[in-house]
């Protein structure tokens, strides 16, 4: 029989299983679960198993603990509704668990970059590469990570020195910055400031706070000016570019021995939080696969737990993993996590 004959059987089966509305699906399961998986078997392709399946997998997910996020190490001076905190353990442990030590971890859509920033400087990499296109966060980096030891001191005595009043802070806001590090500093007010750490235009200011504190609720001076020094510390094992994330993947899509760790604003699917949470928002999800698809390297893309996004990792063959975080009404939620099958 040749390849021909049995390559058009295989898509003539195909296009029967497509008209009963199923689908071949590639699974990889760990040998503990395959017991699990035979059980479960006969009833994937049974329509009318659906709703029972769904529950026991939404009450098998209930079970798997969330991440503490107050036993991750807080690095960025950053707070986002989409922070990733929640996350630094899942990729540590993909990390270590890749066979090689990373020559370059990569995180095209930065952001408050507390995974990147925790691959720098726990040393889980030889390089870690940050890229934001976003010129008010990529301010903080550039002085966080940049030459000038004068420009960063500025903006540590300036946060510290910071009067929080109401009118400081709009003032602060409303302003033109003629430098990078000035600009830096009115990045860091308007992220603690405004309400849930938003930079998009329209955002609020906080009004009552953590326990009635107001605008001082998310202003710990001490605190940021450490973590910016920690920082500091690293900063010859990181580069920072303010760009396109298409142009820095490219940049390493030939590298066998890179990681990349790919978080796009959510605007496919779901909620599409980044419409709201971002300046910049709008991704093409469909050619951010496709190039993810070619890189030499191993990638985590992380995305809302959506119908589009799954499809497109169907029709990728990349492996997806939900994995349960809290958002900041302490409610349970899933995301996932796709990477290379």
């Known amino acids: ?86 996350l630094v353990p899942e990729v540590r442990a993909w990390v270590q668990s890749l066979g090689f030590r990373p020559s370059v971890f990569v995180e095209p859509f930065a952001g408050g970059a507390i995974v990147g920033l925790t691959m720098a400087v726990q040393n889980l990499a030889d390089k870690v590469v940050l890229c934001e296109l976003d010129p008010d966060v990529s301010a903080v980096w550039k002085v966080v990570f940049g030459k000038s030891n004068a420009d960063a001191k500025w903006l540590y005595d300036r946060v510290l020195e910071a009067d929080l009043t109401e009118q400081f802070v709009r003032d602060i806001i409303e302003e033109e910055p003629k430098s990078t590090k000035a600009m830096a500093f009115r990045t860091l007010i308007k992220n603690r400031c405004q309400r849930g750490g938003i930079l998009a235009p329209g955002a609020g200011l906080v009004k009552a706070g953590e326990n009635g504190k107001g605008l001082l609720s998310r202003w710990y001076p001490e605190t940021l000016v450490k973590r910016m020094t920690t920082l500091r510390a690293v900063r010859a094992r990181v580069e920072f570019i303010e760009g396109d994330a298409f142009d820095v993947i490219s940049e390493h899509a030939d590298n066998p021995t890179a990681a990349f760790l790919v978080d796009p604003p959510y605007s496919l699917g779901g909620k599409k939080a980044g419409a709201r949470l971002y300046l910049h928002n709008v991704i093409d999800h469909d050619r951010l696969f496709e190039w993810m698809a070619g890189v030499e390297g191993q990638f985590l893309l992380t995305y809302d737990d959506a119908p589009e996004v799954v499809a497109l990792a169907a029709e990728h063959g990349f492996v997806i993993a939900r994995v349960p975080m809290k958002n900041t009404h302490h409610e349970t939620l899933y995301e996932l996590l796709i990477k290379k099958a």
């Open 1 to 86: 029989m040749t390849d021909t004959t049995t390559l058009a059987r295989q898509e003539r089966r195909l296009g029967r299983m497509a008209e009963r509305g199923l689908k071949r699906t590639t699974v990889v399961v760990h040998e503990k679960n395959e017991a699990a998986l035979a059980q479960l078997r006969p009833h994937f392709a049974n329509p009318d198993a659906s709703q029972a399946i769904t529950v026991l997998a939404n009450e098998a997910c209930a079970q798997l603990q969330t991440v503490n996020v107050s036993q991750v190490q807080q690095l960025s001076p950053f707070r986002y509704a989409g922070g990733k905190t929640w």
